[in-house]
């Protein structure tokens, strides 16, 4: 079944954590904490549910996964080049530059979507102590959620098929590069990836023993769909781009199921040898 992710910025751990969405369960995987869907939206105090709210719309879920806008002065600091960063250092006094570091409205979001936190006043959570949570775009933390789809399966997975729509080749790399070193850091080995097939290829196949078999597509032009069509080098399909016509939408689209049903053998194959080898 979907599994969908966000992120929520947890104060006392400095940074964002995941959370999980699945039709059956909802899991703030730090602690971890986890309650049925149909409780989200609901109060809680020390695991114990104090209202009767009904869960939020598809609507609102669907808004809260592609919230890539509700950023703060703190995301915008943390994500600019480093040049300014270097530039802002210099221009605010150390005091200064460390009040604001440390102000409450540096976190404050443009228009987040908002639930009561789950895990408020559960002492095993780093979050106990907020009773509302910001919910973000997973993207925040990365456009490759690997660790949550590890974290929230039980067991070990023979193949993961996984789509990475980053049409910029080297903030590709960056992010594959981060979400591997994620996921070992929490123990989950992930077989090492080609750098240069990463960033070329429109389909590759990652394999090692121990480790589920990772069939990785991108974006990448396909000169058997159509040669002229690349939209790694169109602006149009630019990460921060939030427009796109239709036809521009279909174009995209047609793309990603041309190359996965002309490498419908490569698929079938990968997924037959995975599960002899596991």
Same mark, same amino acid.
């Given at each position: 079944f979907p599994i969908f992710t966000s992120v929520t910025r947890i104060q006392i751990m400095g940074g964002y954590d995941w959370l999980t969405f699945s039709p059956y369960s909802v899991c703030l995987p730090a602690g971890p904490c986890s309650i049925p869907s149909w409780a989200l939206g609901r109060s809680f105090a020390g695991g114990v549910s104090t209202t009767n709210t009904p869960?939020?719309? =598809?609507?609102?879920? =669907?808004?809260?996964?592609?919230?890539s806008f509700s950023i703060s002065f703190r995301d915008a600091f943390e994500r600019a080049p480093e040049i300014l960063n270097e530039l802002a250092t210099k221009i605010l006094p150390g005091e200064l530059h460390r009040s604001i570091s440390q102000a409450d409205w540096v976190n404050k979001k443009i228009s987040p979507a908002r639930l009561p936190n789950f895990a408020y006043k559960h002492d095993a959570h780093p979050s106990s102590a907020e009773e509302e949570l910001a919910?973000?775009?997973?993207?925040y933390k990365s456009n490759l959620p690997l660790l949550p789809l590890l974290r929230h399966h039980d067991g070990a997975l023979d193949v993961i098929i996984m789509l990475d729509s980053k049409c910029e080749r080297p903030d590709r790399l960056?992010?594959? =590069?981060?979400?591997?070193?994620a996921c070992d850091a929490h123990g989950y080995q992930l077989p090492l990836f080609d750098t240069d097939a990463l960033q070329k290829n429109s389909i590759s196949i990652f394999t090692a023993p121990q480790a589920p078999t990772i069939i990785y597509l991108t974006l990448e032009p396909d000169s058997s769909f159509d040669p002229t069509f690349a939209p790694t080098e169109d602006s149009v399909y630019a990460t921060p781009n939030f427009y796109y016509t239709p036809p521009q939408a279909t174009r995209l689209i047609d793309l990603v199921k041309h190359v996965v049903v002309s490498n419908k053998n490569l698929f079938v194959d990968t997924i037959a040898q995975a599960k002899i080898v596991s």
């Open positions: 869960p939020p719309s =598809l609507g609102y879920f =669907l808004g809260m996964f592609g919230s919910i973000v775009d997973g993207g960056v992010t594959a =590069l981060a979400t591997w070193q």
